[in-house]
């Protein structure tokens, strides 16, 4: 299934399926348009078995919490791809909002193997989250705001089974991790990267580490 959305923007109404009803069959979910709404906060659990899945988050301020809104998957037991792109708002998603907090409320299923984030603003905790996940194998950041320039990575971050990381255009000037960060890594690609100046000596020290790639970047 591709490009749908289960929210009409112009009318503010959502649009849904019956209620109740489910998808089960349903594996493929792309293109899809989301915005912050309470009729849709558990929409997914009507997909099931969801195996990828391809969206564009927009309107995402939830203003009961402060604090960016992220669809709850971590129920989808079935999907090792996500990919979402955040598309900014002037109303919500800047300014104030931007400044004063990073987080995102992330659910991710634990099965989850491929992530693609596009244009997202991350704090460190929200980057903390995504380190926990135990069958990652692919990061990509694209096009990613990193709060204060900079990525802190504590013991407790490690990517125990991420193996391919791609950084493309991320503001990220300052970046640390301890040795067990990323055990099994082989793959690191940073691409128009121009605000790091060095790549971090413990690359040096992973032994998994077969290939680092650098696409316009000093």
Known sequence: MTACSFFDMDIDEPILI?????????????TLMLSYSKEIVDIFIRFPNLQSLVFDLKESWDYSKERYWFPKLDHLAELDYLRANFESSNANDCGASLATNWSWDFHFPSNLKTLVLYDFPLASDSISTIARLPNLEELFLMSTIIQGEEWNMGEEDTFVNLKYLVL???TLAKWEFGEESFPVLEKLELSRFHKLTEIPPNFGDIDSLKIIQLDESP
């Open 18 to 30: 019956a209620e109740h009803s489910k998808l089960e069959n349903l594996r493929d979910l792309r």
């Open 168 to 170: 493309e255009e991320v």
